[in-house]
């Protein structure tokens, strides 16, 4: 389990408890069950506390927790028969964006996501989630092929953002995820978003501009990190605390404000503490959308989807 | 849709609403650091006289150059909710804004305006980079769908100049809804038919160059305009090294097959009107000084009407001083 920095109290007291019945089992003459059973309350009521009002920075710490599902891990348990397709058929395979053809059930859909990888390696193979060009111009074209045949298209988003490299740039990050949200824009199948970690910036609208878009409990969705807005408006990359509170990144105000859909709860103590009930909770929500959005047409899809976006900004949050 | 239902009357802007300069004042050139007398600037479109150095311009002095006898009309635009979020920084976003509107005498940082180019009808929507960096928040997005609109309704190609340090920050991930909203309205005006073209202006970065600023049917940029998604500086603290001369430059771009075209402030206009007229069907326009047309005070001419009036006389050959191809980067 890692602990995140707000959490170490409570890792203090699931520590303790952990020792009294490490102890317990080198010498099982001791009786330490009363006093472990009392720390594992005391624990359990810290969680609640801890997490009943996350701060949206700590929301922001939640959302990129090492051990929260990742794009990879609800494609194996949430569908079948995946099969991955990689490349953009113009210079590589961006292992950030998964992708490929898959089942929800029975129905066959189109699966993209951000991977960010679970260890060092896989991390630095997945680049931490942050797709070049080559990632959206992968999801171009796996979003023309979806619409060709007619089927959904779910994009799973969790990337810190576009990855700031010299290549990135060269081959034209830019004009990739404009196309990418352009795509988005134009398939006539339904395209059902779930924001499961960070949504960040430019990077996630590419995969996010959908019919349906539901972010996980703790996940954030934002123009820029808390860092970046802290250093360019507090000239202070240490407020990101208060960049933080001030973007209104979090779920809940995004829902407020009509940018998502719908907020899909996770278990006490953030995904990370449960991970196959969120994984399951997620897969419940996309059914659910599929269902809204299935047998609409093409023309139908289209148009609620512009309209959808058209219309965000008319909701504000301020008091 | 009813985006523009405040309709407002048309404002006639005249050549004599040029701001005056005080004549008495010098500008040092970033670029060369020549002295330069500001109407002498002013009349360059604001580049340098001395080395080609383009420096800002202002959406307002760049219509009053490019429309036909300097004569356009603002189109209106629909007015978001201020301060969405209740932002504040070290400073309140109501705050800044009204700095940036008294600094700026703009309501905001897009200006959208129709007229015509060589008697050519067009929709111009420019950014401004003086109103708080030209950020990209509900307002330029509202710009840009009344621009979009417009030229649907009236047939007419857009032509957006872009200049923004990105997204406007303070309306948090509302500013980043431009870029689908934007690109929603550049669709609209690809499936009518209707061209689109970009010229990007320095500097264009972030979610503005990652939407409406590089899905034009033609990509333009200003020499020297600094091009991007993330900034060189950013990318220089995540990959480590110095990046090389020019790099997410105009001529950068160009050479990388980002864009179409790198052409001078100067030429333009010429550009732009050739560009579109052969996207429009419409025979080669007649360069040259013309009056303001006379049918604008009822309204901006017809393009069908246009097309009997310039039928005749062909296209001036260039002139003996034009720029050498490779400063267009011709052929
Ligand atoms: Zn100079």
């Known amino acids: ?319 | 849709m009813n985006w523009i239902n405040n309709y407002v009357r048309p404002k006639i802007n005249s050549l004599f609403s040029r701001r005056e300069m005080p004549e008495n004042l010098w500008t040092k050139c970033d670029a060369c650091g020549t002295m330069l007398f500001h109407r002498e600037l002013s009349d360059n479109l604001n580049v340098c006289t001395s080395c080609g150095h383009h420096m800002g311009i202002r959406p307002r002095d760049r219509f009053l150059t490019l429309f036909d006898g300097g004569i356009f009309t603002e189109v209106p635009v629909p007015t978001p909710l201020t301060d969405p979020l209740g932002f504040r920084d070290q400073k309140k976003y109501p705050d800044r804004m009204r700095a940036a509107q008294k600094g700026t005498g703009e309501k905001e940082a897009m200006l959208v305006a129709e007229g015509e180019i060589g008697r050519t009808p067009v929709v111009c929507a420019a950014q401004d980079f003086s109103f708080m960096g030209g950020s990209m928040g509900m307002y330029v997005g509202n710009a840009i769908i009344a621009a979009a609109q417009r030229a649907v309704e009236r047939r007419r190609p857009l032509i957006l100049f872009s200049a923004a340090g990105g997204a406007r920050m303070q309306e948090g991930i509302l500013s980043l809804m431009q870029m689908p909203r934007s690109t929603v309205a550049i669709q609209m005006l690809k499936e009518a038919g209707l061209p689109y073209i970009v010229v990007l202006t320095h500097p264009t970065t972030g979610g503005v160059t990652a939407s409406y600023a590089m899905l034009g049917d033609v990509q333009i940029a200003e020499p020297g305009a600094l091009i991007c998604f993330a900034g060189p500086r950013v990318i220089e603290q995540t990959i480590r090294e110095k990046l090389p001369e020019g790099f997410q430059r105009a001529e950068y771009l160009l050479e990388h097959g980002m864009l179409d075209r790198v052409t001078p402030r100067t030429k333009l206009r010429e550009e732009l009107l050739t560009i579109v007229r052969m996207l429009m069907g419409l025979p080669p326009a007649v360069i040259a000084d013309l009056p303001p047309p006379a049918s604008f005070s009822q309204g901006p001419a017809e393009p069908e009407a246009e097309d009997t009036e310039n039928a005749a006389p062909p296209r001036r050959p260039a002139p003996p001083d034009a720029e050498p191809p490779e400063a267009g980067a011709k052929g």
């Open chain 1, 1 to 319: 389990m890692n602990y995140l920095e707000f959490e170490k109290p409570l890792a203090e007291i699931e520590g303790k408890a952990e020792e009294l019945r490490a102890m317990a089992r080198a010498n099982p003459e001791m009786d330490i069950e009363q006093e472990a059973t009392a720390l594992d309350r005391k624990a359990a009521t810290m969680l609640q506390e801890l997490y009943k009002s996350l701060t949206p920075w700590r929301k922001c710490q939640v959302a990129r927790h090492p051990d929260r599902p990742h794009c990879k891990d609800y494609i194996e348990a949430l569908f079948t028969e995946y099969t991955p397709l990689a490349g953009d058929r113009n210079f590589a395979e961006d292992n950030a964006v998964m992708g490929g053809l898959a089942r929800l059930d029975d129905q066959p859909v189109v699966v993209i996501g951000h991977e960010k990888g679970f260890d060092t390696k896989t991390r630095l193979e997945r680049n931490f989630g942050m797709a070049r060009p080559e990632g959206y111009r992968k999801a171009v074209r796996l979003m023309d092929m979806a619409d060709r045949f007619g089927l959904p298209v779910i994009t799973l988003v969790d990337t810190p953002g576009a990855y700031p490299g010299k290549g990135a740039e060269e081959r034209g990050q830019a004009e990739a995820i404009a196309r990418a949200t352009e795509k988005c824009l134009q398939i006539g199948v339904p395209l059902l978003s779930v924001i499961i970690g960070e949504g960040g910036s430019g990077g996630a609208v590419a995969f996010a501009t959908a019919n349906r878009v539901a972010m996980l409990e703790h996940s954030v969705y934002s123009v820029i990190s808390p860092e970046g807005c802290a250093s360019i408006l507090w000239k202070d990359a240490e407020k990101m605390r208060e960049a933080a509170e001030a973007l209104r990144l979090t779920a809940q105000d995004l829902l407020k404000l009509g940018v998502i859909d719908r907020i899909i709860a996770e278990p006490m103590g953030g995904a990370q503490r449960g991970r196959d009930q969120t994984i399951e909770a997620v897969g419940r929500n996309l059914r659910v959308m599929l269902k809204e959005t299935t047998g609409k047409d093409r023309a139908a899809l289209i148009t609620e989807r512009r309209r959808k976006f058209l219309d965000m900004g008319s909701r504000g949050l301020a008091a």
